[in-house]
Nanobody, 124 residues
Framework: QVQLVESGGGSVQSGGSLRLSCVVS????????MGWFRQAPGKEREGVAV???????NYADSVKGRFTISQDNAKNMLSLQMNSLKPEDTAMYYC??????????????????RGQGTQVTVSS
């Protein structure tokens, strides 16, 4: 089992920044891909960004150039720096971890290991 706990959500105005963090613990040897997905009210879950064990990263087009995913292996922490936030970024954000042949953001919402979520609200 892998446990994930997010923090860092909040409310900001359009153009602002937030940094999400996720502490990962448990059987981390069983995963090779970690990332973030989000879900807005009434919408489908959307993969945002992933990073694999080699540090390879990919992003959804909607956040590319504005969001940065990173990991600190020493602290078992995954982070998501979100800049130039837009109202359409408003959602519950979840970190997730799993094993994939190819670590890619469209599938991160399917990982069985996920946190409880943290709310991000961006006002115009």
């Amino acid at each position: 089992q892998v446990q994930l706990v997010e923090s860092g959500g909040g409310s900001v105005q359009s153009g602002g920044s937030l940094r999400l963090s996720c502490v990962v613990s448990g059987h981390t040897y069983s995963i090779n891909c970690m990332g973030w997905f989000r879900q807005a009210p009434g919408k489908e879950r959307e993969g945002v960004a992933v990073i694999d064990n080699d540090g390879t990263i990919n992003y959804a087009d909607s956040v590319k150039g504005r969001f940065t995913i990173s990991q600190d292996n020493a602290k078992n922490m995954l982070s998501l720096q979100m800049n130039s936030l837009k109202p359409e970024d408003t959602a519950m954000y979840y970190c997730a971890a799993g094993f994939l042949g190819r670590c890619s953001y469209p599938w991160v919402h399917l990982f069985p290991n996920r946190g409880q979520g943290t709310q991000v609200t961006v006002s115009s």
